[in-house]
Structure formats: structure tokens, C-alpha cells
């Protein structure tokens, strides 16, 4: 598309986006942007079988940034009449008033890819059609197992419109679709109790990606599948031990322990565990860890981020020694390393600030099989549920959602109750083997950071580490 395009749309001339940002500049800054949002969003969720709720809704606002220096001004309105654009931009000027002074230049577009391999009328189709995506997972989950006591499900899907122009002539503007589908159920006895089980999947697509193999009846079978087997598990065991991680969704493990510190943001506070780690060993020489906002699809993707510009694939971590940071504009300023295009944003109505897109550690050699085989006693962890990290040292405590024992090579009877605690730095140096088999999630990822919560993918192979502290109740 181009820019008259996004221009008509706001109803913006190209003298007025000067007049903005030249009043943004107007009390000294070394750079300022103009963020604007246009989206629609559609959400249904069911529960007792009933659709419980049914919406769609549209939301447009233009965000201001300054930058000064170190200092930051942002605000943002909802009224896109020129007097509250002018008014954000003033106010952004005020809070980043520095000594610097900036003449606003020209436009010029940035090239992109593209990696929504999806018609976008989609993400905007008739709700009946997703009312009737949730009536078929709710029906499949319920003939899983008679056992099957309660099913919620919930869909939703957006498309966001951002047209993002900096004073130093950059203009970028995109479309991003983005759809989720998730599944919960409850499975109860008289003699075991009650049991829980979650699924889900989605991604930068349409709704024609959930006719395929991600359908509703595959989600709602995983979820029933999960809820049954916790029926049956048994008290985790307890103690440091070896322990194996599953593929693709244990990934959010990595993500949080050691994702979240290589953001350059932490490091240049230098309150990560990484800071000053750069062309360190920091892991196993078995381990390479990046960070690609460019696969096709992913929920994690973008073809630019929230400041304009491409998003890239970055070698975090390669053979156990740290490459590099993600690094948004200001990062990338004043730290004088590469911008990876990870500036993200919640909405209009938040500051950017480096994030991850979608983050997983490369394949190894191993098979699967054999790592098992080499576990003579531990734990193999398939899914995680929530858990919390302390990026300052890494220290984090996982709940495991699903997770088996092993025994003398083979994987035994499922485990309820099972966290494991350690520090990512740490925990790095401690794998052994790494399989050949990498995933990634299935779409489902939200990642938290200073209160804005944005879409990111995560993965991994199946890998072995030699020891963590397991807390059980066994």
C-alpha cells in the first residue's frame, strides 16, 4: 500500500506531519516519531457450552515520542483532530526538552518483507464463522472423555494498521493480522479429583488456518488429553536431578531466564545478569540462541516493528558465547550497537522499548531418544503453566503443566506439582545434550515487560540438563 493510502486514512497531509513533529522538536531533541494505530478486533469466548460473549471493536490513536539524549518524552491522544496531535506533540517536547535541535527532513520509505501469507479480509470475516469455531472445539473436548466436566473456549483475532514516521525522513507503515484460538478443560472424578488441561494456537494468519491442522477439534483434544492424564499423576519428586525439556512450548522457559536479559535495555542499566558478557562464553558450547522476527506466519513476526524498521534475525547466543543484544533505536544510540528491529509496543497509548520476537534455541545432533535413554533418574517436563524470573540474576521457579518421570531410561508415570528452580545463566552451562527436533510453539505466546504485553513466539529441541532443582511434593 502506499502512503496516501495510510495518510487518507488519518486524514493527514504530508504538511501536516511536519507541523507535528516540528512541534515535537520544539523544545530540543535529537529525534522524534509519529506512531499511528488503526484496529479492529473481534473476540468471542464459550463456556457450559454457551457463548458467553461475542464482540468486535475498532480503536485509532497517534502516539509522539522525543528523544533527547537519554531522556524520553511520549504522549498520546485518541482524537486525531490536528489540535490534540499538535497538543501531544508539545507536551512529548516539554517532558525530552533538551538542548539539541533537529530540523525535520523529507520522507522516504523503508523496504520491508512481507510475512503474512494471509488475504487480510480475512481476520475481518463474519463472526457466525468464528462462533462456530469454538461450538466444534467445545463438542470435540466434551466426546474426548466422559470425564471432561468443564470446557471454556475462547477466540480472538485483530488486524493493526501502523503507519509510523520519524523526523529524520523514515516512514514505514503495516498490516498485522494476528488470531488465537484457546481451549480449557476441567476433568474430574470422585476418587482422583479434578484435573486440568490447556491448548491453543494461532499466529500471524486468517481463519482459513484453522481449518487445516491447528482445527479446533485438534485443540480441544490436546487440552482433554492433558486434563485426563493429570487425573492419574502422581506427587512430583523432589531434589536436584537431571531434567529433561520437551519441544516448543518448554522454550518459554528460555525466553524468561534469559531472554528478557539480553535486552539492551537491561544491559545498558547493567541490571541484567548479561551486562558486559559481550564475546563471553555464557552457555554449553552445544547452545545457539536467536531471536528471528522474520519467519513466515509466526505470532512473533513482524515485517517492521513499532519504530519502522525490519525486523531481523539475531544470533543472541552462538556456541555458548554472547553475540549480541536486542536493541531498539534508543538502545541501539547509546549503546553504539546494531537496532535489530525489536522496538514493540502494546498500542499507541505505550512507549517503545526492545522486546523479543520470536526466540529459540537451534537444533542439535542428539536424538530424542537417546536423551531419555541417558536420564538414569529425573524428570522430563512436556508443558509449562506460569512461572516468574528475576532478570537482575536469573533466578526463576516454573511450574510444569505436564511432566513425566524417568526411570532407568524410560519416560514413567506423569507428575503433579512439579517446579523447577534455578537461574538461567547457570542453567545454560548445565546442558548436556540437545535434540534434533526443534518446534516451535504453537501460537500462543504473550510476553509482560513494565506493564505492556505484546505477541511472541518461542522454541525449542528437546535438550537434557545435567542438573536443577526440582521442587516436588513427593
Known sequence: MDKK??????????????????????????????????????????????VKSASQGISVGCGVRV???????????????????????????????????????????????????VPLPSVEADVLAKVDLVQRADKAAREY?????????????????ILVIGSDGSFAEDSQPLSRMSVFCIAKTEASGSARGTAGGGGRV???????????????????????????????PAGEMEVVLGPGWPGILLHEAIGHGLEADFNRKKTSAFSGL?????????????????????RGSLNVDDEGNPTTNTVLIEKGILKGYLADKLSSRLMNIP?????????????????????????????????????????????????????????????????????????????????LIGNGPDALTRVAMIGDDMALDAGIGTCGKQGQGVPVGVGQPTLKLTALTVGGTA
Not at 472423555?145 to 494498521?161: G, K, N, P, Q, T
Open 5 to 50: 493510502f495510510f495518510f487518507d486514512r488519518y486524514g493527514l497531509a504530508q504538511a501536516d506531519v511536519e507541523r507535528y513533529l516540528s512541534a515535537a522538536l520544539s523544545a530540543g531533541g535529537d529525534f522524534a516519531d509519529l506512531y499511528f494505530e488503526y484496529q479492529t478486533s473481534t473476540s468471542v469466548s464459550l463456556d457450559e457450552s454457551m
Open 278 to 298: 559481550l564475546n563471553q562464553r555464557v552457555a554449553s558450547d552445544k547452545c545457539t540462541v536467536v531471536d528471528n522476527g522474520t519467519i513466515e506466519g509466526r
Open 67 to 117: 528523544l533527547s539524549g537519554e531522556r524520553t518524552g511520549y504522549a498520546y491522544t485518541d482524537d486525531l483532530s490536528p489540535e490534540k496531535i499538535l497538543h501531544a506533540a508539545r507536551t512529548a517536547a516539554m517532558i525530552a526538552s533538551g538542548p539539541a535541535q533537529q530540523p525535520v527532513v523529507g520522507l522516504t520509505d523503508k523496504p520491508a518483507h512481507n510475512l503474512y501469507p
Open 339 to 419: 537496532n535489530t528491529g525489536s522496538g514493540r509496543r502494546e498500542s499507541y497509548q505505550h512507549i517503545p522499548m526492545p522486546r523479543m520476537t520470536n526466540t529459540y534455541m537451534l537444533a542439535g545432533q542428539d536424538a530424542p531418544e537417546d536423551i531419555i535413554r541417558s536420564v538414569k533418574y529425573g524428570v522430563y517436563a512436556v508443558n509449562f503453566g506460569g512461572g516468574q524470573v528475576d532478570i537482575t540474576n536469573g533466578k526463576f521457579v516454573f511450574s510444569a503443566s505436564e511432566a513425566y518421570r524417568i526411570e532407568d531410561g524410560r519416560i514413567g508415570a506423569p507428575v503433579k506439582g512439579a517446579t
Open 145 to 161: 472423555d466422559s470425564r471432561i466436566h468443564e470446557v471454556r473456549v475462547s477466540y480472538a483475532d485483530e488486524l493493526r494498521r
Open 206 to 236: 486468517g481463519l482459513e488456518y484453522f481449518e487445516g491442522e491447528a482445527s479446533p477439534e485438534h485443540f480441544a483434544k490436546e487440552a482433554a488429553r492433558q486434563a485426563i492424564i493429570q487425573l492419574d499423576a502422581r506427587d512430583a
